[in-house]
């Protein structure tokens, strides 16, 4: 490797992904306030896969500003339903209503990555994949949640597709990483092309 890679964001499965793929990070979890990024462009037409884009940029600079020399991944996920922008659910009942919105109807997942050095960005994706809920009977939905329990409160949709949250679903277009958390595919393209990794 010829360049010392830190990956902006606190996510385990980002972690992971990276790791797994035999990259030597270093992890730094940013501290922003992303409904704070969020509200200062609210009402300003940006869409889901901006706003993506926005808040991986948010956490590249903020890591960035502290790490001279050094190449900075930001990402961050969007869930979109329609127009509007869903959140994490802050507990199990919202989970359950979110669950319950989502039922029988297509939602976007917008994964988007960043790559800074010295605040200065090199390069920026937005990954999208399109996940169609099959209808779920409420009494099916209580029975889920009570089984996967807080691990559904980690997850903007309510579900983690890499576990029993694939049973909520009737089809899924987009690949795998960029559902989990990142565009992982063009990331390691851009990096070897950039020669920050070896290939």
């Known amino acids: 490797m010829s360049d010392a890679i830190v990956l902006a964001s606190g996510s385990p499965f980002r972690r992971k992904m990276l790791e797994d793929a035999g990259l030597e990070i270093e992890v730094e979890k940013p501290q922003i306030d992303e409904?704070?990024?969020e509200a200062a462009v609210a009402n300003s037409g940006?869409?889901?896969e901006d706003?993506?884009?926005i808040l991986a940029e948010a956490k590249a600079l903020e890591v960035s500003q502290d790490r001279p020399g050094v190449l900075v991944i930001g990402t961050d996920q969007t869930l979109s339903l329609g127009d509007e922008v869903l959140h994490k659910p802050r507990d199990m009942e919202e989970?359950?209503?979110r669950l319950l919105a989502l039922s029988g109807r297509t939602h976007q997942l917008n994964s988007?990555?960043?790559?800074m050095r010295d605040g200065e960005v090199l390069w920026r994706h937005v990954g999208v994949a399109r996940l169609t809920?099959?209808?779920l009977d409420p009494g099916f939905i209580g029975r889920h949640l009570s089984h996967v329990g807080e691990k559904a409160l980690s997850s903007v949709g309510a579900y983690q597709i890499e576990g029993e949250g694939i049973q909520l679903f009737e089809?899924?277009?987009?690949?795998h990483f960029t559902i989990v958390g990142m565009p992982l595919l063009p990331l390691l393209a851009?990096?070897?092309e950039m020669q920050a990794i070896d290939g």
């Open 112 to 115: 988007a990555v960043v790559l």
């Open 35 to 37: 409904r704070a990024v």
């Open 133 to 135: 809920m099959r209808e």
């Open 171 to 175: 089809t899924i277009e987009g690949d």
């Open 190 to 192: 851009k990096l070897r």
């Open 46 to 48: 940006v869409g889901p």
């Open 95 to 97: 989970a359950r209503r």
């Open 51 to 53: 706003l993506a884009l």
